[in-house]
């Protein structure tokens, strides 16, 4: 099986998100997801300016659970697409479009070989996809073909110095939550191989600068959530 497939896979078990949809109805799920996805990554807001995409041709690629794709249909774009490389984000964003009083324009596709005509969007947005492909910059290179001249892309992947690096590396590698998790997954996409085993991996270091400190205040939440500090 090749990566690609692998990682299709991976995803396609549960969307990026799925841990938060709390809910007796689907609709509480999607709604619950939502809320504790803006709560956790307030940034979201100001580095994807929804208000923009009003009258313009917007392409998201990796909808997801669809929480941000709702949010660009209700900006009122002239036209909006949403893409995906596993059928199970498709269906769930396309039930909270649907619910939401939208008739989305969805599809399963790859972004290393995006199936649109060259200069066909005014804003691409991309929020913490892109980097899990295995040839990111074939993507990119996608991204720059599709949009138009002049165009805007607003795309976000991990660094891997950075403050949502390091409290992933803290849920991941230090954390009681994540040592269970590496224990139990063996070989995915998503994590290095690990044994499955009741061991835990020792923990590494992550060095940060004193002004990537001064940052943690504002994501009190997350990091509280973390280390289940009450």
């Given at each position: ?29 999607l ?34 659970m ?7 249909a ?63 910059s ?62 835990v ?30």
């Open positions: 099986m090749s990566l690609k497939a692998q990682v299709r896979d991976f995803w396609n078990e549960a969307s990026c998100g799925e841990v938060y949809a709390d809910g007796t109805s689907r609709r509480e799920q709604e619950a997801q939502a809320r504790t996805r803006y709560q956790l990554e307030p940034y979201i807001e100001s580095f994807a300016r929804f208000d923009e995409g009003r009258g313009r041709a917007v392409l998201e690629i990796g909808v997801g669809g929480a941000d794709h709702l949010r660009w209700q900006a009122g774009p002239r036209l909006l697409v949403g893409m995906d490389l596993t059928p199970r984000a498709v269906d769930h964003t396309r039930f909270r479009s649907s619910d939401a009083g939208f008739t989305p324009r969805l599809l399963v596709a790859d972004s290393e070989l995006l199936p649109f005509e060259s200069a066909s969007f005014d804003l691409v947005y991309s929020w913490g996809v892109i980097h899990h492909t295995p040839d990111t074939a993507a990119v290179r996608e991204i720059h073909r599709v949009l138009k001249p002049g165009g805007v892309a607003r795309v976000m992947i991990y660094h891997s110095r950075s403050i949502t690096a390091a409290l992933l590396w803290a849920r991941w590698a230090v954390s009681e939550e994540g040592q269970q998790a590496y224990a139990q997954a063996g070989e995915t996409p998503a994590h290095p191989t690990v044994e499955p085993t009741e061991k991996r020792p923990a590494m270091p992550y060095m940060l600068t004193a002004e990537e400190v001064k940052e943690f205040p504002r994501y009190e939440k997350l990091w509280k959530e973390i280390f289940q500090i009450r």
